[in-house]
């Protein structure tokens, strides 16, 4: 017999699997730019990455951290635009 898996359920590892995929896209591309020599803005958005991951888990403020993960997604994938249309 099939178990019924709630609909929370489904959302929360959907949830868990962007956030492993997301989380180790930022830890490499920030890491490179701390590897080259940035300044303190890659050490902040890693660990409010951490922190909006925290928030996540404990079902506080989920909609929020979950946008906030999104942002830093983003900002950390637009680091590389100099890369992809240098010529």
């Known amino acids: 017999m ?10 929360m590892n959907k949830m868990h699997l962007f956030n492993i995929i997301s989380g180790l896209i930022v830890l490499l591309i920030l ?12 050490y902040f958005l890693i660990t409010l990455f ?3 991951y925290y928030l996540q888990v404990k079902n506080r403020l989920r909609t929020l951290s979950f946008i906030g993960n999104v ?5 950390s994938l637009a680091t590389l635009l100099p890369f992809l249309f240098a010529p």
């Open 50 to 52: 951490f922190i909006f």
């Open 71 to 75: 942002a830093i997604l983003i900002f």
């Open 2 to 11: 099939k178990k019924k898996v709630s609909r929370e359920r489904l959302v």
């Open 31 to 42: 890491g490179s730019a701390i590897a080259t020599g940035s300044n303190l803005l890659p």
